[in-house]
């Protein structure tokens, strides 16, 4: 079984090699009061997020996703705080959709689509534990992810 995440959170930016440990909690959440980090899988593969301007590389191949390998199960959950954040519906983005999510920073936040954006959005990256600061654009056309059958 597979986990799916950004890139910019087990995948390091571009900068994990395949096999490497991910922990929970992670190395920003290690704090005094946190439980003690254990492996819950291994680094799998990724999508890359390359930085440039638009004019110079191709941003529709951006997107920030990464894959691991569960060794775990039984330590994990989709359970974040006080939310889940496995979506029940699944479904076309469209101005008026109401959306969630969770984050470790943020915790749940909930939000209406305004808009679609009409031309590249720019993404700051700052992960200083790998020493990575750097703007990824990225198209706003809908596409699907395709996993090849190896995968999963």
Not at 52 to 70: A, H, T, Y
Not at 98 to 112: A, E
């Amino acid at each position: 079984m597979f986990g799916m995440t950004n890139n910019h959170v087990s995948g390091a930016c571009n900068h994990a090699m395949p096999g490497l440990s991910i922990l929970a909690p992670g190395p920003v959440d290690a704090t005094q009061d946190a439980c003690d980090p254990f492996p819950i899988g291994r680094h799998s593969r990724l999508l890359p997020i390359n930085d440039g301007i638009p004019e110079n590389i191709n941003i529709d191949q951006n997107c920030d996703v990464s894959l691991f390998s569960f060794s775990a199960l039984d330590r994990v959950s989709s359970h974040q705080g006080s939310a889940y954040d496995t979506p029940g519906v699944v479904g076309q983005p469209v101005p008026g959709t109401r959306v969630k999510k969770v984050g470790r920073t943020t915790g749940l936040t909930s939000g209406t689509l305004v808009a679609q954006a009409a031309s590249a959005i720019p993404v700051a990256y700052n992960v200083n534990e790998y020493g990575v600061k750097k703007i990824v654009w990225f198209d706003t056309e809908p596409r699907r992810l395709v996993v090849s059958a190896d995968v999963v």
